[in-house]
């Protein structure tokens, strides 16, 4: 199947992390664009360190998620080396109390 648009947010493209990854990703798309077709993507600016506000007091919320209740999340740089950096979601259910990370 053809497209005529792929589009990539910054979230997604965060997981390529080498020269290698991103050629194969690249390559794959262009294999299922029209002639003609786009890639859309998102980037982030390293030089505004975003990730120094990456924290549970800058980006906590609680949402009220039809038919699951109240969820509470946030996230937290675990890491940085370099121009990596790692981090991690964390979400609470309030009905059950589950906790779901993401890392």
């Known amino acids: 199947m053809k497209v005529d648009l792929v589009t990539m947010t910054a979230n997604v493209a965060q997981v ?3 020269e290698e990854e991103w050629e194969e990703t690249l390559l794959a798309i ?20 975003a990730w ?10 609680q949402i009220n998620v039809p038919n699951t209740g109240i969820v509470k999340g946030w ?7 370099g121009s990596l950096v790692s981090f991690r979601w964390t979400y609470i259910f309030e009905s059950d109390g589950a906790v779901i990370t993401s890392d």
Do not use: C, M
């Open 16 to 18: 390529f992390l080498t």
């Open 30 to 49: 262009r294999s299922v664009l029209h002639p003609g077709g786009r890639l859309v993507f998102e980037t982030r600016i390293p030089e505004a360190r």
């Open 52 to 61: 120094l506000k990456w924290n549970k007091e800058n980006t906590y919320k």
């Open 75 to 81: 996230v937290d740089v675990t890491d940085v080396q």
